[in-house]
């Protein structure tokens, strides 16, 4: 599975953005999806995933509210919709897929996913 990230860009405090994750071959809704992000100097950070049967998870603290995930199936394709945006949320966006093994308590994990997109930047300006 190759993953193309896509969709980010220069935007100002309280703007919108949508970033898109597309796969190069079909997985029919049978991976989890994440997005990761990492700002200059600081560790890759969890953002939100999608599970195969829809669920969703976020990190709360950092995005609660202002972000949502989907996917489109049938485009072999997930999208993270990033609203009410703020300076802290500048950072290389990364979108990666499991095996379809993966257990939901480890979806907020790094290491769970075997696929990673090049990744998209975010600028958020103040």
């Known amino acids: 599975v190759q993953l193309q990230a896509s969709g980010g860009g220069l935007v100002q405090t309280g703007g919108s953005l949508r970033l898109s994750c597309a796969a190069s071959?079909?997985?029919?809704?049978?991976?989890?999806i994440a997005w990761f992000r990492q700002a200059p100097g600081r560790e890759r950070e969890f953002v939100a995933a999608?599970?195969?049967?829809?669920?969703?998870?976020y990190n709360e603290d950092s995005v609660k509210g202002r972000f949502t995930i989907s996917r489109n199936n049938a485009e072999d394709t997930v999208y993270l919709e990033m609203n009410s945006l703020k300076p802290e949320d500048t950072a290389v966006y990364y979108c990666?897929?499991?095996?379809?093994?993966?257990?939901?308590?480890?979806?907020?994990?790094?290491?769970?996913?075997?696929?990673w997109g090049q990744g998209t930047l975010v600028t958020v300006s103040s």
């Open positions: 990666a897929s499991d095996a379809g093994t993966s257990i939901l308590s480890s979806v907020r994990t790094s290491s769970t996913y075997e696929y």
């Open positions: 999608i599970r195969r049967n829809g669920a969703t998870i």
């Open positions: 071959r079909r997985t029919r809704g049978r991976y989890t």
